[in-house]
C-alpha cells in the first residue's frame, strides 16, 4: 500500500484568489496523479506528475489554471489558481504502486470557493 | 473511448444481507480492474484488484470477479454490516500495459440499516 498525506485537509478561499495543495507520499514513485472530483459527481484525472519533467494535463485541464510542482520522487503540488465557485470540489493526489500499478489515494482536499 | 457504468446508483439493505454491485465497461481491453471504497468527504480506500488475466479477487467478506469478454464486474459483499456503508467506486485501467489511465464509474452509494 502508499501512506499519502495532503495538506490542507479543508479550506474555504475567496473568488480570484489562489490555493496550493501539497502531496507527501510515504516513498519514492514514478508518477502521481491529481483528481478532481466535484459535488456528487466521480473522480476526474486533472494531470500526471513526473519528477523532473512538466506534468501531463487532460483535456480541460490548463497548466496557467492548475500548476503543478514535482520536486523529488516524494512530494508534488497543486496549485488552483484565479479560483471560481465553479472550483468547488475535492482534490485528490494518487499514486500507483507495484507490478500492476495498483492506484492509492490521498484523504482528499475539501476545497470551497465563496 | 471507455465508459464505466455503475448500478444501482444507490442501495439500501438491512444488516446482515449478502448483496452484488455492479459495474460495466465499454471497451474490453482492459488492463486491471480495481474496487474503491469511499467514506463521505473522504478519499479513497482501495478495496481489491484485478488483473484482466484473473476471474476474480477476495478480501475478507469481499468478492470481486471480472468477465472482461462481457464487460462486466461484481463486487459481492456478504454479511453486511453498518460499517459498510459507504460509496463504492469501480475504476478500470486500459490498454495493455500498467501505464494507461483509470477510468472511474459515478459510484454506487450503500447504506446498511442496523
Known amino acids: 500500500s502508499a501512506v499519502i498525506s495532503q495538506k490542507p485537509s479543508r479550506d474555504i478561499c475567496q473568488r480570484g484568489t489562489s490555493l496550493t495543495i501539497q502531496c507527501q507520499v510515504d516513498s519514492q514513485v514514478t508518477m502521481m496523479f491529481w483528481y478532481r472530483q466535484q459535488p456528487g459527481q466521480s473522480l476526474t484525472l486533472i494531470a500526471t506528475a513526473n519528477q523532473g519533467s512538466e506534468a501531463t494535463y487532460e483535456s480541460g485541464f490548463v497548466i496557467d489554471k492548475f500548476p503543478i510542482s514535482r520536486p523529488n520522487l516524494t512530494f508534488s503540488t497543486l496549485t488552483v489558481s484565479n479560483m471560481s465557485p465553479e472550483d468547488s470540489s475535492i482534490y485528490l493526489c494518487?499514486?500507483?504502486?507495484?507490478?500492476?500499478?495498483?492506484?492509492?489515494f490521498g484523504p482528499g482536499t475539501r476545497l470551497t470557493v465563496l | 473511448k471507455q465508459e464505466v457504468t455503475q448500478i444501482p446508483a444507490a442501495l439500501s439493505v438491512p444488516e446482515g444481507e449478502n448483496l452484488v454491485l455492479n459495474c460495466s465497461f465499454t471497451d474490453s481491453a482492459i488492463y486491471n480492474l480495481q474496487w474503491f471504497r469511499q467514506d463521505p468527504g473522504k478519499g479513497l480506500t482501495s478495496l481489491l484488484l484485478?488483473?484482466?488475466?484473473?476471474r476474480e479477487q477476495t478480501s475478507g467478506r469481499l468478492n470481486a470477479s471480472l468477465d472482461k469478454s462481457s464487460g462486466r464486474s461484481t463486487l459481492y459483499i456478504a454479511a453486511s454490516q453498518p460499517g459498510d456503508s459507504a460509496t463504492y467506486l469501480c475504476a478500470v485501467r486500459g490498454g495493455s500495459s500498467n501505464t494507461g489511465k483509470l477510468i472511474f464509474g459515478q459510484g454506487t452509494t450503500l447504506q446498511v440499516k442496523p
Open positions: 484485478i488483473q484482466s488475466s484473473q
Open positions: 494518487s499514486v500507483s504502486r507495484g507490478g500492476y500499478n495498483e492506484q492509492f
